[in-house]
C-alpha cells in the first residue's frame, strides 16, 4: 500500500523534531521521523481543518479490527490522562498529517501491521 499524502503545520514539525532531538532514541522515533520527511509542511493557518494535528481529538478505526477509537493526539509529556494517545506510539505517528477518510498501513510489531482509517477529526 502507497501511503498517502500528509501535510504538517510549521508549528507541529519544529515542535515534533524538537521533542525527538530531547528523547532518548527508540524504534518509534524512526516511524515519526520517516512521517515527518514525506509531509507538505505549511503555515498554521493554512492547515485545512480536517487534517490530524497535534492535540486534535480523532475518531479513527483499525480495519484488522474493526475496533473504533476517539482519542486525542498529544506529546508523550501529555499522555498522563485517559482518552490521549502519544504521538510516540505506532498508531499516533501513523494519524499525524493524515486528512479525514485516508487510511494508512503501519507497523504493529511482531510482523503484523494494520490499516488506520480516520473517520472524523474535532
Request: aromatic share 4%; net charge negative.
Amino acid at each position: 500500500m502507497i501511503k498517502p499524502k500528509i501535510i504538517i503545520s510549521h508549528e507541529d514539525y519544529d515542535g515534533l523534531h524538537s521533542m525527538i532531538e530531547k528523547e532518548n532514541f527508540a524504534p518509534s522515533h524512526a516511524l515519526l521521523v520517516d512521517e515527518l520527511e514525506r509531509a507538505k509542511i505549511v503555515e498554521k493557518k493554512k492547515l485545512p481543518n480536517n487534517v490530524v494535528r497535534m492535540n486534535s481529538i480523532v475518531t479513527f478505526t483499525m480495519l484488522s479490527t474493526q475496533k473504533a477509537f476517539d482519542l486525542q493526539l498529544v506529546y508523550p509529556k501529555d499522555t498522563k490522562e485517559n482518552g490521549t494517545l502519544s504521538i510516540l506510539t505506532p498508531v499516533g505517528s501513523a494519524l499525524i498529517g493524515l486528512s479525514i477518510g485516508q487510511e494508512i498501513e503501519w507497523p504493529l510489531g511482531n510482523n503484523k501491521t494494520t490499516i488506520v482509517h480516520i473517520d472524523s477529526i474535532e
